[in-house]
């Protein structure tokens, strides 16, 4: 008898095993099944946003076409000045020293006795205008064997970077003394594209020991002060 009843609690306890078993995978299922779910409403949902972006990728193309072909339908109603002065709108050209433009009278004063001279080319990296006549808005010839002529000091070293949308060479001036004056000539060309009152750049250091000096005696009190102390 003890073993008959024996035998049904393990059969019970089995059962009652089963059961919560069971029920742990369907809980796990209805857990899985919900994350495909979600899953796969965020996949419709990007599938979604990219339909919406190659929309308006190619409803960007049909504008850019759009105003293409009106630029060239007008083109011979503008005159070829007009239509080179809208070319030229596309291209900024710089010049800077340890990163600050050249004033419009061309002379700058640094505080180093050494420097770097920047000189950049810059295309719009959107235009609507056809190629020949965009590159005719570019500064003639080679913007910088042809239109910067170092007059006196030379750059030490030369380094430069040519990309599709910026082409920039840097001149690094190292060593110079207090007499070391840097004079540069531009074409009138670049002049006229950076908007200066002259093509002759002057590059000078102020006096650094005066300049020290300068620094050294802001410093020490006045002798009055000293008597009324």
């Known amino acids: 008898m003890k073993k008959i009843t024996l035998m049904f609690l393990c059969f019970i306890i089995l059962l009652i095993g089963t059961s919560c078993s069971n029920k742990d995978v369907i809980e796990e299922n209805d857990l899985n099944t919900k994350k495909i779910n979600d899953l796969e409403r965020k996949i419709d949902d990007l599938q979604t946003q990219i339909e919406g972006y190659k929309s308006s990728e190619e409803d960007t193309k049909l504008e850019k076409q759009f105003y293409l072909d009106f630029i060239i339908s007008i083109i011979p109603y503008i005159s070829d000045e007009d239509m080179i002065e809208i070319a030229q709108q596309q291209w900024t050209y710089s010049i800077l020293v340890d990163d600050i433009p050249i004033p419009e009278d061309g002379i700058i004063e ?30 003639s010839g080679n913007l910088f064997s042809n239109h910067i002529q170092f007059l006196d000091v030379k750059p030490s070293d030369i380094s430069g970077s040519d990309g599709t949308i910026v082409s920039l060479t840097t001149y690094t001036f190292t060593r110079l003394d207090d007499n070391s004056i840097v004079n540069l000539e531009l074409s009138t ?12 750049l002057t590059i000078k250091p102020i006096e650094l020991n005066t300049f020290e000096d300068s620094q050294d005696t802001s410093t020490v009190p006045d002798e009055d002060e000293k008597t009324k102390e």
């Open 110 to 139: 640094i505080s180093s006795d050494s420097f770097k001279l920047s000189v950049s080319e810059e295309q719009s990296p959107y235009t609507t205008l056809p190629l020949d006549i965009h590159n005719k808005g570019k500064i």
């Open 189 to 200: 060309e670049l002049q006229d594209r950076l908007g200066l009152n002259t093509n002759a």
